[in-house]
Nanobody
Framework: QVQLAESGGGLVQAGGSLTLSCAAS????????ISWFRQAPGKEREFVAA????????YYGESVKGRFTISRDNAKKTVSLIMDSLKPEDTAVYFC??????????????WGQGTQVTVSS
């Protein structure tokens, strides 16, 4: 079992920055692939970014490339999502998700509770 806890959401003006954190526990971190997803009201869940803990390989959704950065901190056992140049359309609940299986099939067995990000225009 992997436990995830998000923090760092809040209200920010357009053009501003915000950093989200996802604390992971329960399994060796080197096994984990951790991702951020978001879901806005009335919309489908959207992939934001992912990082493979073992080698820090990163992946980004098209809508956030060049604006968001995902990284990991071994000492703190956290994954951060640094969000710059925020737009009102980035407003959503942001979820941290994790997979610990040897073969990744695109799904995530573990999810955090989510944290709200609101970007005002």
């Amino acid at each position: 079992q992997v436990q995830l806890a998000e923090s760092g959401g809040g209200l920010v003006q357009a053009g501003g920055s915000l950093t989200l954190s996802c604390a992971a526990s329960g399994r060796p971190l080197s096994l984990l692939r951790i991702s951020w997803f978001r879901q806005a009201p009335g919309k489908e869940r959207e992939f934001v970014a992912a990082i493979r803990w073992s080698d820090s390989t990163t992946y980004y959704g098209e809508s956030v490339k060049g604006r968001f950065t995902i990284s990991r901190d071994n000492a703190k056992k956290t994954v951060s999502l640094i969000m710059d140049s925020l737009k009102p359309e980035d407003t959503a609940v942001y979820f941290c998700a994790a997979d610990d299986r040897r073969v990744f099939d695109g799904s995530y067995p573990y999810w955090g509770q989510g944290t709200q990000v609101t970007v005002s225009s």
